[in-house]
């Protein structure tokens, strides 16, 4: 475990996709009341984007703006919260963490596209890149599934065959960039630059020393911001 003394940076902005669904099947309910689904998740250029910086040890607090932003609850019920909250539990000595999220909704609420469980994703990402854990991405995608069904896909991004209660992603041959709805176009997969990548500042996957933490994982190209399922 790496020790959560705080980086050189102030923050860290993730910028995560929604997605869609190009195949659903629904199946009778298991024992636990779930029910078993197999689908094909696709994620799309909308984004929302989640900014985390340092707060005191044990307090996670959350703003939120933008399309729907009244509509999204501010309190331990926000899964971007939960998100930070059980990473913090999981992953760090007792009591020793906090985060400030700030998320900009552009995906829209209770719209089906997951903007909730994107924000998980986001939050997931950017807290363990800000407190400098020793996380593996299997380790984050365990806990994006305690979140939620949609969350581990959110993490993943491209297009994923998902089952279980829709947990379980596998990536799959995507459209690319063909059109989808009313100009939202696919977004490609994460490609698999992730936490170490960060962490070693390769050129592809580079982390700037500006104010921000900035991670690009469509090389060549870099952006100010991490993606979670970057779009190429």
Known sequence: MASATPPSTSGVRVRVPAKINLALK?????PDGYH??????QAVSLYDEVFAEWANPDEFEVAVSGEGADQVPL???????????????????HDSLGARLSIKKSIPVAGGLAGGSANGAAA????????????????LRGLAAELGGDV??????????????????????????????AG???????????LSA?????????????ATRSHECAP???????????EQ
């Open 75 to 93: 309190d331990g019920s926000n899964l971007a919260v939960r998100a930070a909250m059980l990473l913090a539990l999981r992953h760090a000595p």
């Open 36 to 41: 078993p689904l197999a689908t094909v998740y």
């Open 220 to 230: 060549p190209r870099r952006s100010t911001t991490a993606r979670c399922g970057a």
């Open 198 to 210: 960060l962490r070693r500042s390769e050129p592809e996957c580079d982390a700037t020393r500006s």
């Open 184 to 194: 939202v176009r696919p977004s490609r997969p994460f490609d698999g630059c992730g």
């Open 152 to 181: 581990p896909f959110a993490l993943l991004g491209g297009t994923a065959v998902g089952s279980g209660r829709g947990e379980d992603v596998a990536p799959a041959t995507g459209p690319g960039y063909l059109s989808v709805g």
């Open 26 to 30: 629904v199946g009778a309910p298991r």
């Open 124 to 139: 997931l990402l950017a807290c363990a890149v800000l407190w400098d854990l020793d996380v593996s991405p299997e380790e």
